[in-house]
């Protein structure tokens, strides 16, 4: 059984870069989450998808855009790079957006480093 | 962005002792999970709880589910040299996003 998968492992962009960052969930799940983690942080919630739609959102500029595919796999979107924008990129799958109990499983993540 | 606390921040022990790290919320949850992140890998997920007052335990591993739903606790005992890495509480209500605290870094000398 898959586990959830992330490419690529690792990202270097210059700042104004564009980037796309994919996930593939566990199987048998249907709902992605993105997170954000700086280095020393803990992971921030950036948005959540379910049936292809944005469900949830935290507090992350409009240069953060998502997708989410027919078959769970989810994009992330990132415009305009800064600096600050360098970080770990977690996605992390669970099933049912509309259950009280779905336990989230992240993946190995993205290190993205913007110059 | 939302961030609960997690103490302490950092532990350096002895191989074979025990451990215990705590978090607390001003906000409530229905759901606390413990995760534990090695360097460049994503969390992985220990313990879940989902009802206030819970204790559960993964073998050396105990948790437990705060009785007014702020809190959650991790203990591990007989600690080992696999144990090291960063172990992050986050609480959850419903569906919604996980919020996570800052992490306790656990050493052990051997």
């Known amino acids: 059984d898959a586990g959830v998968t992330q490419s690529p492992t690792h990202l270097i962009k210059t700042r104004g870069q564009q980037v796309t960052l994919r996930c593939s969930p566990k199987?048998?799940?249907?709902?992605v989450s993105w997170y954000q983690q700086a280095l020393g942080q803990g992971p921030q919630f950036i948005f959540q998808?379910?049936?292809?739609?944005e469900r949830q959102r935290g507090n992350f500029p409009d240069r953060f855009s998502g997708h989410q595919f027919p078959n769970y796999s989810s994009e992330l979107n990132v415009n305009a790079l800064l600096l600050g924008d360098s970080a770990l990129y977690l996605c992390?799958?669970?099933w049912g957006a509309g259950t009280s109990t779905d336990t989230q499983y992240f993946g190995p993540g993205t290190r993205l480093t913007v110059l | 962005g939302q961030q609960l606390n997690q103490s302490p921040q950092s532990m350096f022990i002895q191989e074979g002792e025990d451990v215990s790290m705590n978090c607390t919320s001003s906000s409530i949850f229905n759901t606390w999970l413990w995760y534990k992140q090695d360097p460049g890998e994503g969390p992985v997920l220990l313990i879940a709880?989902?009802?206030?007052?819970e204790l559960t335990s993964n073998g050396r591993l105990t948790a437990q589910f705060g009785i007014t739903r702020k809190d959650s606790f991790l203990n591990i005992s007989a600690s080992i040299p696999s144990d090291v890495g960063i172990y992050f509480c986050?609480?959850?209500?419903?569906?919604?996003?996980?919020?996570f605290g800052q992490g306790t870094r656990l050493t052990i000398n051997p």
């Open positions: 709880l989902y009802k206030a007052g």
């Open positions: 986050a609480g959850q209500w419903g569906a919604q996003k996980l919020v």
């Open positions: 199987s048998g799940h249907d709902t």
């Open positions: 992390a799958s669970s």
């Open positions: 998808y379910y049936e292809e739609e």
